[in-house]
Every structure is written in structure tokens, then in C-alpha cells.
């Protein structure tokens, strides 16, 4: 299948997102599993539960009453930053994402909080190919089932398990200042 009918596929399915392009370090952006033949391809990564997945919905909150004052929590959206990542979120202080111990994929607490435990790697990320693929240690992810859905882990963390779906983590710049008041 060209590469072009796939953009033009995710947009339909994804109207959140936009077609990949070379994008600023400034830019929110959504992430989406690439692996094809796979149950995971093409499957949003959201945040859930102070951790990552695949085939699960997004789970965000908004502190007011009505609805318009935040933005719609619907999508997980991130920023990079210079070997860093964070939530795009408008709560004071952010939330930063780390690799934990474990391996997986997780983010702390509303207002910048450490989270995670004692051995967290806050930094590491990076975006490759014009941009539109993260890494962690220049390496890519693993999708590790749990309960129906897949939990993200850092291929290139230590402990990180052996057992999962491998799969790039595909960029798609996002049309929102941001994703949420937080996740």
C-alpha cells in the first residue's frame, strides 16, 4: 500500500491529527503505533493510569464545571523538549514523561511532580527521520499485553520486557494548543 494512501487513510480515521510533516520542537503532536500485519498498527498511544497504551482510551481531567473552559481530553498529545518529553497539557507546572524502572512508558502527576519511583529517566527522547518517529535511546517500543489492551515500554530500557510486539512510534502533529488539563 503507498505511503500516501495510508496518510490519507489516517486522516479519516484520526481527524484529530494531521498528515506527517517536518515539524518544530514547539509543535504538539499525537503518536501512533507502526507496525503492519500486527493488532497494534495503527493504534493511538494514550495516556491512561500514569502509563502509555495501545487500545486504550485516553483518560484525562478538567478542574471546571463546563466543559468549554478545557480543551476536549479526548486525544493524548506530547511536546518535546531537548532530550525530553511532556504532556501537552495546560495545568501549571505540566507533566513530565519518563521511563521507569521497569521499562514502560509512564508520566508523573499534574503540576511537573517527580512520579515513578527512585529510578526514572527523564531524559533520552528524541525525534528521528524529519521528525516523525520518537525514540528513546534511538531505539523504538514494545507493546506488552495486558487485560485487552498493550502497555508501552522503551525498547531501549534495561529491564524493558522481552516478550511484546515491537513497533515505531509514528509522529502525527496535532491541531490543538493542548491535549488536555491533564492526564
Known sequence: ???STIFTALAAVLPAF???TARSTSDSFGGLA???GSPIHLSAVNANGNAFWLNKETHSYCPNTTVASCPEGKYTYFNNGNNTLSLSVEVPGGQRVYVAED???GYTIPHGSVGGGQNVSYTGFSLKDSGIH???KNSDWI???VDGAYKVYAAAAENAPKNGTGFSFRVQSANATFGAWEY
Open 1 to 3: 500500500m503507498k505511503a
Open 103 to 105: 521499562g514502560s512508558l
Open 134 to 136: 520518537l525514540q528513546y
Open 18 to 20: 494531521a498528515v506527517p
Open 34 to 36: 507502526i507496525h503492519s
Open 143 to 145: 507493546a506488552v499485553p
